[in-house]
């Protein structure tokens, strides 16, 4: 944790949020420029031991709201989607199949609290000097050309980011089929997150995992980044 003057704290996160966003893909579709509309999904496959399953997100949409608190500390959007699970091939019995689907939302930086102190301020004018002693009651001793005193200091203190990560849901169905579909769907479904002071980026992702007696086989697919912030 470092404490950064009040003056500072703006450029420091915006240079923090700057190195967290250069990691995404620059074709975010969501963002505060643009707050409402739909989300690229994706699919993945397994192939193990003769077992062919899909897991795809698809139907993704989102939508950007202002912080209900009015601060710029806390991020809120509504999601809808649907993540979906294929069995495509199986030669031997499969014993469950369970496919779960999230967010993920990452945080820049995080807000450490504020703090303020009693400290000094001195400066010295190109041909002053500094002498004698503070008075009691705190007032500025002025010499030739510069001065000493007692100020009131304010900083923001911050934290790294972090990363959190959001279920929607999950559902697990016995011995399923070829040619079986499965999963979760969801509406409006409320993604938010509390304390960033920083670049807030989120993904949606969906796990399948596929079980048979000797092995589980997972996969997860993950959506296009949205940015909150």
């Known amino acids: ?23 995404g893909p620059a074709s975010a579709q969501i963002t505060p420029q643009n707050p409402s509309g739909p989300v690229k999904g994706g699919k993945q496959t397994i192939k193990s031991e003769g077992v062919n399953a899909q897991i795809a997100l698809f ?15 806390s991020r809120l959007a509504y999601v809808d989607g649907k993540a979906e699970g294929t069995i495509t091939k199986a030669p031997g019995e499969i014993e469950a ?71 929607v849901g999950s559902k697990t169905i016995q011995k399923p089929k070829p040619g079986e579909n499965f999963g979760v769907r969801f509406g409006e479904k409320r993604v938010s997150i509390e304390g960033c002071i920083g670049s807030v980026d989120a993904v949606a992702y969906s796990t399948l995992t596929v079980s048979s007696r000797a092995f589980d086989d997972m996969k997860t697919v993950y959506s296009e980044v949205m940015r909150f912030a």
């Open 97 to 167: 199949a369970t496919v779960e689907v999230g967010y993920v939302v990452a945080c820049g930086v995080k807000d450490g609290g504020f703090e303020s102190w009693i400290g000094s301020n001195q400066t010295i004018g190109a041909a002053g000097a500094i002498a004698g002693s503070i008075p009691a009651a705190g007032a500025a001793l002025v010499g030739v050309g510069g001065s000493l005193g007692l100020t009131q200091n304010q900083v923001i203190k911050t934290a790294p980011g972090g990363i959190v990560y959001l279920p």
């Open 1 to 23: 944790m470092r404490r950064i003057k009040t003056g500072m704290a703006a450029a420091a996160a915006a240079a923090c949020a700057v190195s967290v966003m250069s990691v």
């Open 59 to 73: 139907d993704l949409k989102a939508r950007l709201f202002p912080p209900l608190a009015g601060d710029n500390k």
